[in-house]
């Protein structure tokens, strides 16, 4: 009991693993998610809160909170419900601005998380024949690198002119803010806006977000970032970093459901601003009137002012229940431990001495969140199908990377203890 599991002598063993989780204040958690098993009904190793986090147990009865509401009040849920639907994305904004460092006003629940950067960008992409171009990073997710290529293209610009990539330096895979620096030196006064995925899907990285925001204000220029792989996962600070705007989903390290709501940050310098373009909706209008009918549009200040339609109360009540866990861990806590979980793992991944093994994941636990990127020389997608069979659901992203994030939610360190003995089979074999 209460010995430093540091003193333990190797760290290589299943009871090092044990020891670990036993004396982890977090473990509990882990119960309170569904662990997806196999066909012996043994739990499988469950990497891939990166893409879907797992269900909490509480969100059934979250869920079917609202379904009895709706069997037994018809509309007037609206007002009526427990936590009635018409003011109901409310109810998530606290616990979701204490994730993402916001002071409430500045966030709202809402849309997909692509939708939410078009939105975004309507207001905040206002290109001029001088200032109109574009940057984000080389390895920007697929959905992310559409959307600004269609906002150049549909404000008449040529992505192949306006669309500036960030990328690393030659043969590596890390992006550096030196070159970052570089471009906006040479081109800053030519670009209208930096969007940046933070933390990147691919490699892992986490990108220095006040260095960049600094940066892209210092030279005139607006910067959003793309939290998707961020929220959840790091504490992004939004507020005090000072981006323009941001967005992110509620599906991968927020546990909220296939396809579940995205969420929206607009810094409080642009709360009142009239001049801004935006898209606009009902429920965006002016609470009190909004159901008078006749009013002209009366934006609601901060960013609740940018929601189009009225939202699906079913999917916000699954976040609802899982902003109730994060509350609970508290997520200072849980950035302790993931930064434990993470090195354990990338120290065993590196004792594994295996040659064809590279972790391109910065190895500096500010510059990265859970996840670790596992590039294996020569290896194809059979790679992670004989993972899959041994038990681990991973990720795979071509030519040849696995990557696993270990949750500090409902991970363990016997789950990392696990998934280093199989990868090491996998590559014997
Ligand atoms: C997951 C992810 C998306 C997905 O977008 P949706 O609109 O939610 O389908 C977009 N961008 C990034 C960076 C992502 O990680």
Redesign the pocket.
């Known amino acids: 009991m209460n010995q430093d599991p540091i003193k333990l002598n190797n760290l290589y063993t299943s009871e090092y693993a044990q020891q670990c989780d036993a004396q982890d204040s977090l473990a509990p958690f882990r119960e309170r998610f569904h662990i997806p098993k196999d066909d012996e009904g043994e739990e499988l190793v469950y990497f891939c809160g990166n893409s879907l986090g797992l269900q909490p147990k509480i969100t059934a009865q979250y869920i079917s909170e609202e379904l009895d509401d709706w069997a037994t009040l018809g509309v007037e849920g609206h007002t009526e419900a427990k936590h009635p639907w018409m003011p109901y994305h409310e109810f998530l904004t606290e616990n979701m601005a204490k994730l993402v460092g916001a002071k409430p006003s500045e966030v709202v629940v809402m849309n997909?998380?692509?939708?939410n950067l078009h939105l975004m960008m309507v207001s905040f992409y206002q290109p001029t024949p001088e200032r109109y171009k574009i940057i984000i990073e080389k390895d920007?997710?697929p959905?992310?690198k559409y959307a600004v290529e269609s906002q150049l293209k549909f404000h008449g610009f040529d992505p192949n002119d306006g669309l500036i990539l960030w990328s690393p330096p030659h043969g590596e895979e890390i992006c550096r803010m030196e070159e970052l620096e570089k471009i906006m030196n040479e081109h800053g006064n030519e670009v209208a806006l930096i969007m940046i995925?933070t933390t990147n899907?691919y490699s892992g990285q986490h990108f220095p977000m006040k260095q960049i925001v600094d940066l892209g204000h210092h030279h005139g220029s607006l910067v959003g970032f793309?939290l998707?792989?961020g929220v959840g996962n790091i504490q992004p600070d939004l507020h005090k970093v000072g981006a323009d705007f941001a967005v992110w989903?509620t599906?991968?390290y927020l546990n909220s459901g296939p396809g579940s709501l995205?969420g929206c940050f607009v810094h409080e310098r642009h709360a009142n601003k009239p001049e801004l373009n935006r898209f606009a909706g009902w429920w965006g209008h002016n609470k009190k009137t909004r159901f008078n009918m006749r009013h002209e549009f009366d934006v609601l200040p901060g960013a609740e002012g940018w929601q189009l339609s009225n939202p699906p109360i079913l999917s916000m009540a699954a976040i609802r229940a899982s902003l109730d866990i994060f509350n609970d861990a508290g997520f200072e806590k849980l950035r302790e431990k993931s930064i434990k979980l993470t090195g354990y793992l990338e120290k065993l991944v590196n004792q594994l001495d295996n040659e064809r093994i590279n972790i391109i994941t910065p190895t500096n636990p500010n510059e990265r969140g859970c996840q670790l990127s596992i590039q294996v020389k020569d290896a194809d997608k059979s790679l992670h199908s004989q993972l899959t069979d041994a038990g681990v659901i991973s990720d795979w992203r071509e030519p040849d990377v696995i990557r696993v994030a270990p949750v500090p939610l409902y991970n363990s360190f016997m789950d990392v203890y696990k998934f280093v003995k199989r990868l090491e089979k996998v590559l014997n074999t």
């Not at 997909?112 to 939708?115: E, P």
């Open positions: 997909g998380l692509t939708a920007a997710f959905s992310d995925g899907y793309d998707a792989h989903c599906y991968k995205g």
